[in-house]
Every structure is written in C-alpha cells, then in structure tokens.
C-alpha cells in the first residue's frame, strides 16, 4: 500500500535561512508526487507536482522538489525562507485511480526573525 | 474567488445529532472528493465521485453518506454524530479522477461535536 512519511514534525529556521523539508514514499509503479502547503486557518494549496520525467521540480513562491526513486524521497527545498512561509506543509502521493492522495502527517515550520 | 466554496466554516453539533456539510465547486471539474483532517493523524481520503458517482468509498462507517445533487456539488453528511467525528473536512475537486490529476482542496469546515 502507498505510505508517506515526513520525519520531522516541526522545523524552526530563521528568516533568510534555507529549508529543507524531508519526505519518504512508498509506491508501487509510478509515483506522481505532490506538496502542498497550508497556512494557519486555510485550506492546502499546491506548491508543485511531480510527473515522470525530470527529477527537480520547481514550484511557487521559490520552492522546488527533487525526486529520488532510488532513495523514494521527495524532499521540498527553499533557499531562502520568508516569515510568509510559516506553515504546515505536507507531502503526497498519488494513490490509484479515483482514490486521492495519500498524505504524511506534515511538518510544522515556524519562521523567526 | 474561491474556487470551491465550503459551508459551514465552522460547526458545533450535539452528540447523536446530525449535519449536513456542503461543497460546490466552480472549476468545471468532473471528480470530486471529501478527505477529513484530525488532531495527530495525516489528512485521510473518504470518497471520490466522478461525474455524480461513486467511486471510492474509503470510509468504514456508513454514517457518513455523501450527497451529490449537482455535477459541481458534493455534501457531506453525517448521522449520530459522535465526539471523535471532530475534525476539519475538507472537500476537493479535480478534472479527473486519474492518478495524474490535479487536486484543488476547499478551506475546510471545522466541526466540533461535544
């Protein structure tokens, strides 16, 4: 069955910093391959997607993803965080057809100045 | 403008009562979808619907019964009510029920049985 771990519940980073945020998955074939991002109060916005085909994937807002089938990560990475990127911000991937996504349990990130 | 409205924000409700969660969406999609969030537990896929049917039911208990009177409509709703039914429920939409679709999530409502 698909799984989704995020390792870290919360990250803390100063502004201006870089962030990386770590995600692990379990799929069997293809994995399309999603973050999303949600801020206090709000519903999930997408930051990027994975398709097949190039392993780096740029998303909004200066986020990019590199995708890793040997090692099923897909790691988010910004490199240069801004206090309006304190969030949650969850992984998914893309279950079979017609069922969703499957989402890890996110991670917290706090900004500070 | 909101893409896909969810009424209520918020609710409160007694246990054994029951409530009716709404979602439209305006994106012209054909599937879509309810995924609920509790405390500590990642955010969990409930049905899919492509156009007005069933696809998937994830949901083990049939007091939750989705309700889709309109292609761009799919409510939520959820008979005696229990206190461990608290959580945010959002509804989602995507042009397709594929596993390469796109997935657009509303802003949740809140619901809080007591």
């Known amino acids: 069955a698909q799984s989704v771990t995020q390792p870290d519940a919360r990250v803390t980073v100063s502004e201006g910093a870089s962030l990386q945020l770590r995600c692990k998955y379990s799929?069997?074939?293809?994995?399309?391959l999603f973050w999303y991002v949600q801020y206090p109060r709000q519903g999930l916005q997408l930051l990027l997607k994975?398709?097949?085909?190039?392993?780096v994937v740029q998303g909004v807002n200066g986020f990019e993803a590199e995708f890793s089938k040997s090692n099923s990560s897909f790691h988010l990475r910004k490199a240069s965080v801004h206090w309006s990127d304190w969030a949650v911000y969850f992984c998914?991937?893309?279950?079979?057809?017609?069922?969703?996504?499957?989402f890890g349990l996110g991670t917290r990130v706090s900004v500070f100045p | 403008d909101p893409k896909i409205i969810q009424k209520p924000k918020y609710l409160v409700a007694v246990t054994g009562s029951e409530k009716i969660l709404i979602c439209e969406q305006y994106?012209?999609?054909?599937?879509m979808y309810w995924y609920r969030q509790s405390a500590k537990k990642p955010l969990e896929f409930m049905f899919s619907?492509?156009?007005?049917?069933?696809?998937d039911n994830q949901t083990a208990s049939s007091r939750f019964q989705p309700q889709s009177s309109k292609k761009n409509h799919l409510d939520l709703q959820i008979t005696a009510l229990k206190p461990d039914d608290s959580a945010t429920y959002f509804c989602?939409?995507?042009?397709?029920?594929?596993?390469?679709?796109?997935?657009?999530f509303g802003s949740g409502t809140r619901l809080l049985v007591i």
């Open positions: 799929y069997f074939g293809t994995p399309y």
């Open positions: 998914a991937v893309s279950k079979y057809y017609a069922q969703g996504l499957t």
């Open positions: 994975y398709y097949p085909g190039d392993p």
């Open positions: 994106l012209g999609h054909n599937a």
């Open positions: 989602a939409s995507s042009q397709d029920p594929g596993t390469d679709s796109d997935y657009t």
């Open positions: 619907y492509s156009y007005q049917k069933l696809m």
